[in-house]
């Protein structure tokens, strides 16, 4: 299992390296904030997330790159804070063509990786979809 979350971060951080020697990859202020649901595969939690968009690359900025800290209700399971890569589901619909996507759905899915904060520092591989999202 750390061998292919390090195989993850490696290529996150290539595609990262590549974008923004490209121009594509725009580190501005934070883009956002969000809330975010979130599956721990390690320790088999669900959890909430407070979480900050980064940056956005791809063609219309359908990407984003966001850091979280996370909160899980299972006894045992400590916060954990990290860092993933993200797809905006509207703005993918729309890449497609399709029209009409209300202003109020604005979620993102993605993976993650979490590190735990209290106990042993080991990164733990995660997915999110994003709950509430305020963009600025």
């Known amino acids: 299992m750390k061998k292919v979350i390090g195989l993850f971060i490696a290529v996150m951080l290539f595609g990262m390296i590549s974008q923004a020697t490209a121009g594509v990859l725009k580190f ?27 940056a956005n690359f791809g063609k219309d900025n359908i990407c984003e790159v966001r850091a979280v800290y996370a909160s899980f209700e299972k006894e045992g399971v400590s916060p954990k804070v990290g860092g993933g890569v993200g797809v905006s589901i509207p703005k993918l619909l729309n890449s497609f063509g399709w029209q009409g996507i209300p202003e109020w759905f604005n979620t993102s899915v993605g993976v993650m990786v979490l590190v735990d904060v209290r106990d042993n520092i080991e990164a733990a591989l995660a997915v999110y979809i994003t709950a509430i999202k305020m963009e600025f």
């Open 28 to 54: 501005d202020p934070p883009k956002g904030i969000g809330g975010d649901v979130v599956y721990d595969f390690r320790d088999q939690a669900v959890g909430i997330a407070g979480s900050v968009t980064l």
